[in-house]
């Protein structure tokens, strides 16, 4: 139809108000490039769930969150994730992204998938494209979720997209087993670089080590305990996501030692000051299936901030391929690794260094990366 502009759809595995992550910034990048219309997953009719949901939403809501990216708000019956009612949910959001275009004035050049729970529309999709952000099915219970059924609801994604991505190289090659012969691209995880100048003045201050992120599961506590206990000052910056309560318990210790200042979840404009005052990065990861196929946020931003980092080893560590994150094994060699990088007064040639490589790995490259075979008119 004439006089309706191209957009990009985005169907995320999380509220816009939710921990900011992958979703969220690339449709904060895709939004540089021409609209893009955020679609929340449903807010309950009625429900103890119903108690957050915005005043006078009705059918639908559209919300400029930014210029060029409106969120679509829109309700369905509590239980919309059990089978039956998630079909009953599906209909609804297809109705009201059909209205919602229709008041915007857009048409879907390509609908990105980020979500473990959903899935495409019926129709008026575009392109379809599916990003997988994380490894859903080994990581369905630490969502809470049904493996067997992220599993079967993947496949079935994969078969209906046309093109299809992974953060990591051994996500793609997971995501790629579930369909034998699809084709599955690496588009990792990016970063918001600073400038360089910004970077420069932060100067972090020495033996302070930041660990950046959400608190679960993920981390190797053994290794946060060993950083405590040799008395490195610790600044921990995120929100508390564990569901195991033996977690839980680590955690409070850890949080409560001398040596750690607990930040908690901050917004997202905070950060940088936050980590640009530290001396080294630290992404710690225990050694498992679901934490192989990711690609940590963090590593990046510290990067993106001027500091060194330090990892565990995983395949997107080995991706970057780069001397500037180094790899540890074990809490005795993080130690001795944070101790040594966390002593030295950063130079401004080594934080330029580590600036300009973040500057290469982009949320915008990345959003170009997803668009590169659709024609998006801004």
């Known amino acids: 139809m004439a006089g309706l502009r191209d957009a990009v759809v985005v169907i995320p595995g999380t509220r816009w108000e939710d921990t900011q992550g992958t979703d969220h910034r690339l449709a904060e990048a895709l939004a540089g490039q021409g609209p893009v219309l955020w679609v929340d997953p449903p807010v309950p009719c009625f429900g103890p769930a119903a108690v957050s949901r915005p005043r006078r939403l009705a059918a639908f809501r559209l919300d400029e969150l930014h210029p060029g990216l409106t969120r679509l708000r829109y309700l369905a019956t509590p239980g919309f994730t059990r089978p039956g009612l998630d079909a009953l949910a599906r209909r609804l959001r297809d109705a009201a992204l059909g209205k919602a275009l229709s008041r915007l004035g857009l048409r879907p050049a390509a609908t990105l998938l980020l979500s473990p729970r959903d899935s ?30 992220v599993q079967a609801l993947l496949r079935r994604n994969l078969q209906r997209a046309d093109q299809a991505s992974a953060v ?47 608190l679960n599961e993920r981390l190797d506590l053994d290794v946060l305990d060993a950083l405590a206990e040799a008395g490195l000052r610790l600044e921990v910056i995120g929100p508390r ?52 196929a990711s690609f940590p946020l963090k590593t990046l931003d510290y990067l993106a901030a001027g500091l060194p980092v330090i990892s565990t080893d995983s395949p997107a560590v080995r991706w970057l391929d780069t001397e500037l994150v180094q790899t540890a094994s074990g809490p005795a060699d993080f130690v001795r690794r944070a101790s040594e990088l966390a002593g030295r007064q950063p130079g401004d040639r080594q934080r330029r260094r580590r600036v300009e490589f973040a500057r290469q790995h982009s949320w915008e490259a990345r959003a170009a990366a997803l668009l590169a075979q659709v024609e998006v008119a801004s």
């Not at 190289?169 to 990016?190: I, K, M, W, Y």
Request: charged fraction near 20%.
């Open 120 to 149: 495409f529309p019926a129709k008026s999709t575009g392109r379809c494209l599916l990003h997988v952000t994380d490894d859903w099915v080994s990581g369905a219970a630490l969502m809470g979720l049904d493996r067997s059924r």
């Open 168 to 214: 990591s190289p051994h996500l793609a090659d997971a995501v790629s087993a579930l369909l034998p012969g699809r084709t599955v691209r690496t588009v990792p995880n990016g970063c918001r670089p600073l400038p360089p100048e910004t970077a420069l003045d932060a100067c972090g201050t020495p033996g302070q080590v930041v660990l950046l992120g959400q």
């Open 241 to 292: 996501r564990e569901r195991d309560a033996q977690v839980a318990a680590r955690l409070d210790r850890f949080l409560a030692a001398p040596t750690v200042r607990w930040h908690g979840e901050v917004p997202p404009g905070e950060v940088p000051r936050l980590i640009g005052g530290a001396s080294v990065g630290i992404t710690p990861y225990l050694d498992n299936e679901f934490n192989k």
